[in-house]
């Protein structure tokens, strides 16, 4: 009878000794649901934000309006935005060294006049057009990371100047003529091969050729920056340049190599516009070094360099793409688009800003 009295005082004093000390199995899976749920999220704000955004986007339009969900529109939209996602590719590299490329619409239009001025005027093979072409947009590229590295200018003010000395070889090249122009030129030896106007506008499979030089860039531009020695340099050199230097990284050889990258993309950007255009001209892709910037930021590289990645920016570039092809479906006043993507713009660097201080760490 003690004993039974004993009992229920310590239960009527302590009634939590009566439970279980492990907490129930159903509680701790709950717990871990939640703890994955949220990892996720986390996951999906940091890396996949851009492939969200653009699915959203895809998905609005589809219903906003019956044209945009066909095959041809998508077909369409691979074409339109080719050349700024292979901008955005070289951009990205760049970028994430701590630069930025303001000459790259110039470097293209420099690049296409020559590649179209070589087979159209001076009548040489296609290849040797091309490679003449490539080859002049990696050396104004190489030359802007000189001028850069060893000139100690800020990028900005350097490929200022060269957008503004690669415009004039440009206009000096062609005449201020397109080429080739049946009409107006002064000295017209033939027309754009059609291997050249095939690489812009042709298809493979009812696949558009931009589309499968995208693929191809992308995979070589995602392998060299995360499968090089080159790649991790640049990462380090924008990262913490100084943390760089002392880890044996030379920053000369780097900033130049990326800058040499970014000209010999604005070249294959510039042969495959010219394809689609079937000409060229000096005065081709102005403003496309701010729409290879927007795709960058849209795609989520940090804008002060060390993090980012090339395929986010090829879907920013898409994003770009879609939004642009959806409000010309939609009747939108091409006004009223550059304010929008001003806006959406702004609205992303916000947003990027936010949650890499509320889910990086």
Known sequence: MGEQR??????????????????????SLMNQWISMGGEVIRKILLKGGPIVALLFLIIYLAFATPYFFTL??????????????????????????AGIDLSVGAVLALSASMSAVAVSYWGLNLAVGILLGLGTGALTGFITGVVITKGRIPDFVATLAMMTTARGLALILTQGLPVPSHFTAL????????????????NVLGVPVPALVIVVITILGWMIMTRTTL????????GNREAARISGISFVRTKIMAYTIMGLLAGVAGIVLTGRLN??????A????????????????????GEGGVVGSVIGAFIMGTLGNGLNLLNV???????????????????DQWRRRRFAL
């Open 6 to 27: 004993k009992k229920l005082s310590t239960i009527k004093n302590n009634p939590k000794s009566t439970l279980p000390s492990k907490v129930p199995s159903e509680v």
């Open 72 to 97: 041809s529109n998508f077909l369409n939209i691979t074409r339109q935005s080719s050349i700024n996602a292979i901008l955005a590719i070289g951009q990205t590299i760049v970028i994430i060294g």
């Open 187 to 202: 000295k017209l030896v033939g027309y754009l091969p059609a291997g050249l106007i095939w690489l812009g506008s042709g």
């Open 231 to 238: 790649g991790r340099a640049i990462y380090a050199v924008g």
């Open 279 to 284: 000409s060229a001209n000096a005065l081709m």
């Open 286 to 305: 102005e403003g496309a070094e701010l729409q290879s910037i927007a795709a960058v930021v849209i795609g989520g590289t940090n804008l002060f360099g």
């Open 333 to 351: 006043s091409a006004f009223w688009q550059r304010v929008i993507l001003g806006l959406i713009i702004i609205g992303v660097v916000i947003f």
